[in-house]
């Protein structure tokens, strides 16, 4: 991934699939691609859509918090309400000497992850998924599949 991410001004771009098991202590390895290979790279790991958690390098969350409306969601009670849920589930969580993060049992229990934990590089966010749930919702690719990429290639 080159020179350290967003420490060289390169936007990051996250890709690839892997499945790692989670210690009895939530710690879990983040893959040797999704980081700069430094210990203390940080991340925000919170709720994703689904049945899955979105986990974001510090720089590229603080460009999501940007893109809310923070006055709305601070005096509408539907906004607030709505940001404030995610919020609670949000967390800074920190590489450490051995490539790993903690993942919070009760971020893992709102996704469904047990003792694995499937990583997808999505582009700009790294998506967190219970290998099964994660095998479910993909499925298998086909012709649906097929119809849908002739539209962007």
Sequence with gaps: MGCGHERCGVKTSFLGQYTHSIDEKGRV???????????????????????????????????????????????????????????????????????????????????????EVTFVGAGDVIEMWDPKHYEEFVGQAGEEFDQWLTQYL
């Excluded at 974001?56 to 906004?79: M, S, T």
């Excluded at 709505?82 to 589930?89: A, E, K, S, T, Y």
């Design 29 to 115: 390895s983040l893959p040797a691609r999704f980081r700069d290979g430094e210990a203390g790279q940080s991340f925000v790991a919170t709720r994703g859509l689904g049945s899955c958690l979105f986990l974001y390098p510090l720089a590229e969350w603080d460009r999501v918090l940007a893109r809310f409306d923070r006055q709305k969601a601070r005096i509408d009670p539907e906004q607030r309400r709505h940001f404030l849920q995610l919020m609670r589930h949000t967390v800074e969580t920190t590489v450490d000497a051995q490539g790993r993060i903690l993942l919070p049992s009760p971020l893992a229990k709102l996704a469904g992850i047990g003792d």
